[in-house]
């Protein structure tokens, strides 16, 4: 298994867990916390959520932004060889004819 690959499998399970995370979220700021009895009751610690929320929203997404780095690094590693022979300064020769002939020769058509 190459680097790449796990960064690649590390790449969609961030991705999965940043989708999560954000769809649990309220986009009006109330978060899990509202479900609970709103912002002025605290049950068990839940007022905190959207900050918790807010926080691994932030790190997740940090997370999947390096983690396309670091695998973007492997990938530049790996294929250190060109695929093109332009790339690698072949000249490629002219492959038009010098001369064109002067008349098309005309070809009989025969009816069979």
């Known amino acids: 298994m190459s680097t790449f690959s796990i960064f690649l499998a590390l790449i969609i399970?961030?991705?999965f867990l940043l989708i999560l995370v954000i769809m649990v979220q309220n986009p009006?700021?109330?978060g899990l916390s509202?479900?609970?009895g709103g912002s002025n009751q605290q049950l068990g610690g839940v007022?905190?959520?959207t900050d918790f929320l807010d926080k691994s929203t932030w790190v997740l997404a940090s997370l999947l932004l390096a983690l396309i780095l670091l695998s973007n690094i492997t990938i530049?590693?790996?294929s250190s060889a060109p695929e093109?022979?332009?790339l690698n300064g072949e000249v490629i020769?002219?492959?038009v004819p010098e001369e064109l002939?002067?008349?098309i020769p005309e070809v009989p058509i025969t009816e069979e």
Request: glycine fraction near 8%; hydrophobic fraction near 20%; charged fraction near 20%.
């Open 84 to 86: 093109s022979s332009l």
């Open 101 to 103: 002939p002067a008349e």
């Open 28 to 30: 009006k700021g109330g």
């Open 93 to 95: 020769e002219n492959t």
């Open 76 to 78: 530049s590693n790996r």
């Open 47 to 49: 007022q905190k959520t």
């Open 13 to 15: 399970v961030v991705s």
């Open 34 to 36: 509202s479900s609970f």
